[in-house]
């Protein structure tokens, strides 16, 4: 009986770790997929930041800083996110999952759920900054 409880055990906690796994893996894929989305838009900041300042809009104008503010912010989601997650480690190298407990996997999921709501807070901060920006240079 004790041998079965064992076995039972053993499958559930391996099961619990694959899981964690693989939801961080989606995680992982969200943020990566973000953030390349938002390095395309980078040179839209850029062009329209320049486009403002040809057209006489002052350096210190809400809608120049809003664009400074978006890029400002991609720059340090992606400097913490090097630091917290090591191109060389888990879960960038996806497979050294099996080298990490239950209670490692989890405190990297916490940490990838904390680094979306931050990506997802710079996207939200480029389409204000880049919509803003557009609708003054089409006045």
Do not use: W
């Amino acid at each position: 009986m004790r041998l079965i409880f064992l076995y039972v055990f053993i499958l559930i906690s391996c099961e619990s770790k694959v899981d964690t796994h693989q939801s961080n893996m989606e995680l992982l894929d969200d943020v990566v997929n973000i953030h390349d989305e938002l390095m395309v838009k980078m040179k839209d900041l850029k062009s329209l930041k320049n486009e403002l300042t040809q057209d006489g809009v002052e350096p210190d104008n809400q809608l120049i800083l809003e664009l400074d503010n978006a890029r400002s912010s991609m720059m340090k989601f992606m400097k913490k996110f090097s630091e917290d997650f090591q191109f060389d480690k888990y879960p960038m190298d996806r497979e050294s999952y099996q080298d990490i407990d239950e209670k490692g996997l989890s405190i990297v999921n916490d940490k990838l759920k904390g680094q979306k709501k931050i990506v997802l807070e710079v996207s939200e901060l480029f389409e204000t900054s880049i919509a803003n920006a557009e609708a003054a240079i089409k006045n």
